[in-house]
């Protein structure tokens, strides 16, 4: 039986779906090795952490020192086991394709070949290029991001196909959900979507239904978003981005402008140049959450554990302060509600299940415990949400 999500909340009881984004690089992968050292994995930006102002909780260490291997299949099979446990609906995995090269393929591809793993599950293709932007130095592309044309779509398409016929895919009336982290970026989106339905109508689906990820796609003035069902509040990025533009409103539309013109020109630059530490208070950032209102009926919304990127960024990193799992608990059922009343859906997306380097996890570590994990489950109980899993 497929697992179906209902994108609105009336008529039949729909318990509330939290999906976290899920991390594959847990293992070693030959590029990795090339491009950063013998072994390198997450791990090594989780554990050269360095604390940049008092009390600032770094370095994250897992509960018992578990620096797991995602390449050995117990690994997920305690994950998942977890994650059901405490009430998390589904996964949803990040992809990297690169017009035919894939990198960290190996957990999600396990996962499919394991049957026995049974949890919900839907892909996100992370399609920027792959840079060393979150070091000093020189930057550098590592693997460049490009797109071709029918018969590079039709190959990608047919490498998702077996994850879009699993039965453990989330599917919304017969469409698997595909997630696509920036659209912005693809020059032939519009073509590539439109031969991705008819490809998806050819192999016995009723089309596809297409998620946006990135807060920048949102705030695009004139982009056609028709293709997309669905635009995922990523968080806390999203509040981040209200926060600076209603601290320089007068300035949104040049700003805004400028932005865009400095981003054609020198993107990539733009993208990891911060010469300074950015630190949020916690509290502030979910509060603005907790006001945003959907800007249509295509809005998924989001909520986060954590946040703090400088194991991978160091000073030109940012940070939340002030989390605890008795807070995120508090802001996550207010969140559920707000899903459930203001945005009429039955789904939040979550970062995340194990962004360790961005301080965006749900696996325990030493300070808490299973905390947050107990806050989830907290959260979904007193709100009578946690979920019936088929």
Sequence with gaps: ??????????????????????????????????????????????????????????????????????????????????????????????????????????????????????????????????????????????????????????????????????????????????????????????????????????????????AYQYVGFNLEIEKDVSRFSYNIEMQPISAFTVRKIDQHKQLRKIKYHLFKFLETKFSLVLKFYRPYLERYSYDEIWEIILSMTPKNEKNIPGAFVDWDNTPRRGRRGSVCFGASPEKFEKYLSRQIIRAKNVYKKDMIFLFAWNEWAEGGYMEPDVQNGHGNLSALKNALIKNNEFPAYP
Excluded at 2 to 9: D, N, P, V
Excluded at 163 to 174: A, H, M, P, S, W
Excluded at 181 to 201: F, G, N, S, T, V
């Design 1 to 210: 039986m497929r697992y179906q999500i209902k994108l609105g909340y009336a008529g039949m009881r729909k318990y509330m779906k939290i999906i976290t984004f899920y991390l594959p690089q847990f293992h070693k992968i030959p590029e990795n090795d090339q491009w950063w050292g013998e072994g390198f994995t997450e791990w090594n930006n989780v554990k050269k952490a360095e604390p940049l102002f008092p009390n600032h909780y770094q370095p994250r260490i897992p509960f018992n020192e578990n620096y797991y291997d995602l390449s050995d299949i117990n690994v997920m099979k305690w994950q998942v086991k977890l994650a059901k446990d405490h009430g998390i609906y589904g996964f949803c995995f990040y992809h990297y394709w690169f017009n035919g090269k894939l990198l960290l393929q190996k957990p999600v591809e396990q996962f499919l070949a394991h049957q026995e793993i049974n949890l919900p599950f839907c892909i996100c293709w992370a399609n920027e290029h792959w840079t060393n932007g979150w070091v000093s130095g020189k930057f550098k592309v590592l693997i460049e991001q490009t797109y071709g044309a029918e018969k590079e779509w039709k190959e990608h398409f047919d490498y998702l196909l077996p994850f879009l016929k699993d039965e453990r895919y989330i599917t919304n009336n017969g469409k698997p959900l595909v997630v696509i982290y920036r659209p912005e970026i693809i020059d032939c989106i519009d073509e590539m979507l439109d031969y991705w339905q008819k490809l998806a109508l050819e192999n016995g689906f009723q089309g596809l239904d297409f």
